[in-house]
């Protein structure tokens, strides 16, 4: 899987941009907030519809315009492409598969899949779960579109019942609705709950020996999923802690608070590891994504670096880089001498300065 162009119009702060890359290694430098990182935010939008910086719609769109528009053009297993965005800034976004519009976002998910890297994701360890459970719904929608219909359900369910929550302090009668929305959670809840289950097995699994490689075998790894319930228990988890979510005016229970948990030789990584170690934690997460994906897709993602190496050792640099392989890269970074002189072959290098980018 390769992107072989991209178009931009009036995105962050390129006005009109028509670009070809490399099946390889696609180096994007130049000095901070010229748009280096725009421009992988773009491949990122249209691959699932959502901003890696958790951003609106209307945040992407160039200052004074009311809507901005993304075409990416892919090879996927040797058959051609193309994905259209078009984000509005009062509408909801559209999105279009070789010209046919598609209904809903959940079907562009797969069609291109992209891994993103950056500085903020080394810091996975350390952020709060909400990290760590966006780290899983975000691969796992890419993976599996029943995982998506499930979320969505979810997400929609526990919004219901915590505006029901609110609600009922000043109407105790609405009381006897809330078994609806416990029955719809526990549902959703069960199937999300088994999915991130055999999820982090299968990439603990991988975590496991990368971080073996990585540490010469001085180090194990294990990351481990913790459901805040069991997938059979949500339901009676939900219709006991009614009394106290109507204090908190919120769900307490529930997918939406699961965690994961990392340990280094028996320990917490969190709580007692090392900045180094909580960065190659992090480092063999990642690894084990790209290695998880090739599995299950039977093809090879995207791999967006967004100034990662720059945050990472030599040693860790050069770990990283030997998993590329075949896969399509896309790098960003400030000075791209070094980078030529002392890594991997590259295969196109571009110049990014105030939104204009010319290959080198």
């Known amino acids: 899987m390769v992107i072989k162009s991209l178009s931009l119009s009036d995105f962050r702060n390129y006005e009109n941009l028509d670009i070809s890359f490399s099946d390889g290694t696609n180096i994007l430098y130049g000095d901070n907030a010229q748009g280096k990182t725009n421009l992988l935010e773009s491949i990122f939008v249209a691959a699932t519809t959502k901003s890696c910086r958790g951003g609106k719609d209307r945040e992407m769109i160039m200052l004074g315009r009311e809507e901005s528009h993304i075409r990416v053009n892919i090879l996927k297993r040797d058959v051609p492409h193309r994905i259209d965005m078009h984000l509005k800034k009062n509408n909801p976004k559209g999105a279009a598969i070789d010209g046919i519009r598609i209904k809903k976002g959940s079907e562009l998910y797969g069609m291109l899949h992209v891994i993103s890297f950056s500085p903020e994701d080394l810091s996975i360890i350390k952020n709060g779960p909400s990290e760590r459970r966006r780290f899983m719904d975000m691969e796992l929608c890419q993976l599996d579109r029943l995982y998506i219909s499930c979320l969505s359900d ?207």
Request: glycine letters at 6%; proline letters at 2%.
């Open 154 to 360: 979810y997400n929609r369910a526990l919004f219901q019942r915590n505006n029901l929550l609110k609600q009922i302090p000043y109407n105790r009668d609405l009381i006897s609705t809330i078994d609806v929305w416990n029955s719809q959670l526990a549902g959703f809840g069960k199937r999300i709950i088994e999915a991130r289950k055999q999820f982090i097995a299968e990439i603990a699994e991988i975590a496991s020996e990368k971080h073996r490689q990585i540490t010469n075998g001085k180090e194990n790894l294990q990351i481990s999923y913790k459901p805040d319930c069991e997938e059979d228990g949500l339901e009676k988890k939900l219709s006991s802690s009614i009394d106290r979510d109507i204090e908190m005016r919120m769900t307490m229970c529930g997918p939406h608070r699961d965690e994961i948990s990392f340990e280094i030789n028996g320990s917490n990584v969190r709580i007692y590891g090392s900045q180094g170690q909580k960065r190659s934690a992090a480092l063999s997460l990642k690894l084990s994504e790209i290695e998880l994906v090739k599995r299950k897709i039977n093809d090879t993602p995207v791999l967006l670096l967004d100034d990662v190496l720059s945050e990472l050792d030599r040693k860790r640099q050069e770990r990283l880089l030997a998993e590329i392989g075949s896969l399509q890269t896309f790098i960003t970074c400030t000075g791209v001498e070094e980078f030529v002189e002392n890594r991997k072959s590259v295969d196109s290098i571009f110049h990014v300065e105030n939104g204009r980018i010319k290959q080198v």
